[in-house]
Structure formats: C-alpha cells, structure tokens
C-alpha cells in the first residue's frame, strides 16, 4: 500500500499539473521475511551491512543461500552494493506511507497518524544451559529446569519494559526448547527478545538489565545463560518542518488526526541519516499486520495521498 501511494502521490501530481520534482523508491525485504534481516533493503543503501554479511551472514530462509547469490541469480550486480545510496543523491526529503501496524488510529477515530519519531529496538537471545533429566523420574529438588528462569525472565522483562515507561516495550516471541520432549526436562532453552522505544537509554537499558537478570536467575539455580545481540537500530527523530508541513496539510483535509510516534521499525530510519524524513500512517483493522488477514482503507490511503501531495507543494 505504501507504494502504491507513493505512485498515487506521483499520478496527482502530473494530472493536476504541479510538476513537482518527485522520485519513488521502494526498498526490498522491509519486513525480512526472505533472509530474516530487517529492514534488508534500505541498510545495504545506508551502507549498514558489510560485504562479508551480504556474502556470508545474511542467508535466504527458504534454501539458505546467500543474499549475493540470489542477487546475482536474478541478474543484479551485487558488487556494486555500495553505489546504491547514491539514489539519495540531490533529495530535499523524505515521506513514507504505511499502515500503523497497531489499533492506536483505529481505537481513537483518526484517520491519519503524522509520525514524528520511530522507536529503534535491540533484537537479542537468551539461551539458559540446565540438565536434560527425565520429566517423571526426577524429584523437583533435584532438577536444573531452565524453563523456570525463562519464566521468570519473561516476567522481568515485563516488569523492566513497564518501569522504563515513555512507549518503551519489550517481547518474548520466540521460545526453543531442546530437547523438545513431553516427559523431558530441558537440557537448554533459547528465548528471542525485542526491546523497543523512542528513548535511546531507556529500551538499552531494559537490553542489559534483562540480560543480566538472566544471568543472575540462572545463577542462582545452578545454570548458565549467555545472552547475544542479533541487530541493534537506534530510535529516530523525524524531521521537524516536513512533519510540521504534513500536520498542516492534516488541518487542511479536515479529517481527523494525530501525531504520534511508530512503535515498529521503518526504511525511513535508514534514509532519516541522509535526508529529512517523516512519515504518515493509515489505520490497520484491528492492528493486523504480517498476516493475511491485514486490512486498510483505499480510502484513507487516498486521503494520505491528498496530505502528502499538499504538504510537499507547501515546502516548494
């Protein structure tokens, strides 16, 4: 839908004859649903990566060859990975269109969300080392279950995330058990976390605090954890005068609006070093998203076409 837009934004201008000096880009693997990395696309543009990952590092999910391989497979250049910013090359700014990936639009009755800031977020995993015993034969004063200081992480990081407050989250999406049998205590199990928010020391905070929680937990009843970082993007603040010519041009539409930040990761915050950026969002039913179920308004993301149409006229 963001492309889509984008293209609308593009269409508009040439049929009302505004020749406003326009460029669409569209970034590949936003989502990482191919090779497990975020936001893929738009870090080998903002020089993110290193040639050894995109070789090496960052692999295709479904038959794990590397992205260089499929890159060259379907008849790029991937040697020539490092030009790709030059697409940034002479841009005054930057307006991404997506759907909020919450119910926050939905929930308040706006149609329209001006994003001023993106939440950065740490990606890491926990793995508790205990002792693989048989789930019946073993008395509970005698076990190393490392289920038990998962449990009690998990609950922390609630706790950690909710005392850090201003929008600062945190996640348990991924659990691996091995081995992962109904009558066997774990000998190890790994656990994702996704720590996110607006400020900077306060999500990193949450990042070490529950990584050291794990380790002392774990300590405690006799286990080890380790705790490793997979990615780490930092929170963005987006440009003040294109979010202020985007709020304007809100006011104008006379729909109803609001400013707000995004809780999930963007493009943008990779473009946002290189050029003034900001967003607008259009409500998801229900909060939806990666899902084929995810469902939003033609209708809104016209609307969202008309504000950012009229906010890039106003800053010519």
Request: aromatic share 6%; hydrophobic share 45%.
């Amino acid at each position: 839908m963001g492309v889509v837009t984008a293209l609308e934004v593009c269409r508009l201008n040439k049929e009302l004859g505004l020749d406003l000096p326009l460029q669409l880009i569209s970034f590949l693997e936003e989502e990482g649903s191919g090779f497990g990395q975020m936001l893929l696309g738009s870090r080998i543009m903002a020089q993110r990566v290193t040639e050894e990952e995109l070789k090496e590092g960052f692999r295709a999910l479904d038959d794990g060859r590397s992205f260089w391989e499929h890159a060259e497979a379907a008849g790029y250049e991937p040697g020539r990975w490092r030009e790709s910013l030059r697409i940034l090359d002479g841009l005054a700014g930057w307006i991404e269109m997506h759907i909020e990936q919450a119910r926050v639009l939905q929930d308040s009755g706006n149609r329209i969300g001006i994003v001023n800031g993106i939440a950065g977020y740490v990606h890491a995993d926990v793995v508790v080392h205990g002792r693989a015993d048989h789930a019946g034969a073993t008395p509970m004063d005698f076990r190393l279950d490392p289920g038990t200081v998962v449990a009690e992480c998990i609950l922390e990081l609630e706790r950690l995330a909710h005392s850090a407050g201003k929008g600062t989250v945190g996640t348990v999406g991924e659990i691996e058990v091995h081995p992962s049998i109904i009558n066997a205590i774990p000998e190890r199990v790994r656990f994702s976390l996704d720590i996110r928010g607006i400020d900077e020391d306060l999500f990193r905070a949450v990042a070490v605090d529950i990584a050291a929680f794990a380790e002392s937990t774990a300590a405690k009843r006799g286990m080890t954890a380790e705790y490793e970082e997979r990615q780490a993007l930092p929170s963005t603040r987006l440009d003040d005068r294109i979010v202020d010519a985007l709020t304007a041009a809100a006011e104008v539409a006379g729909e109803p609006f609001t400013v707000m930040h995004s809780g999930a990761a963007h493009d943008t915050m990779c473009v946002a070093d290189h050029v003034p950026c900001a967003m607008v969002f259009v409500p998801c039913k229900d909060g939806v998203s990666h899902s084929p179920l995810e469902d939003a308004s033609p209708a809104d993301a016209g609307l969202a076409a008309e504000i950012i149409l009229n906010a890039i006229a106003s800053l010519q």
